[in-house]
Structures are given as C-alpha cells and as structure tokens.
Nanobody, 117 residues
C-alpha cells in the first residue's frame, strides 16, 4: 500500500520560515521524481518545486530564491524549506510522487500553510 504523508504546515508571519516534510512508503522512493504543489483558495493547483530521481531541481518563478527542495533517499522523505514567506504563499501544499515510465502517480492529502500577521 502506497502512503504519501505531508507534515510541517502551519501559521507563520510574513518573512518567516517553515519546513515541510513528505514521507513516502510502499514505493521505491529513489526511483521517483518528487514534487511539491500548492493550491490557494479559488485557484488551480500549481507546481512549486520538483526534484528528480537524479536530484535535478526545478522551481516556479514565484518561489525561486526563497524555497529549497531536497530529498533523503535513506529516509524516503522529501523536504521543502520555505523562507521569506509571503501572504501569497498561503495554500494547501501537496506532495507528489511520480514515475512516468511505469505510469505511477501518487498524491498526499496536503498540509495547510497560512502566511499572515
């Protein structure tokens, strides 16, 4: 059974930091590309950051220079370090595990991040 579980969300003031974690089980983690997506109220889900199985990273323009994605294959976990947070970063953040060669795509339940004073 595949499980994708996010944690680390919460309420933070503008300019603050949070680190999200996503623990995966039931998959060969090191073979999956891992992504963090976010969905703000009334908006479509969008990619925030992604890290490939080969550790290549890509970021949305809106988070470049502020967010850092990383992975620990020994712990089957991917992280999203978020610094200099802005109110527009407020969203539900979802973790995604994808391995396109075998058409596998898994999502977590999401964790709420609220940036507000």
């Amino acid at each position: 059974q595949v499980r994708i579980v996010e944690s680390g969300g919460g309420l933070v003031q503008p300019g603050g930091s949070l680190r999200l974690s996503c623990a995966a089980s039931g998959i060969i983690f090191r073979m999956y590309d891992m992504g963090w997506y976010r969905q703000a109220p009334g908006k479509q889900r969008e990619l925030a950051a992604i890290i490939s199985s080969g550790d290549r990273t890509n970021y949305a323009d809106s988070v470049k220079g502020r967010f850092t994605i990383s992975r620990d294959n020994a712990k089957n976990t991917v992280y999203l370090q978020m610094n200099s947070l802005k109110p527009e970063d407020t969203a539900v953040y979802y973790c995604n595990a994808v391995r396109r060669v075998i058409d596998r795509d898994y999502w977590g339940q999401g964790t709420q991040v609220t940036v507000s004073s």
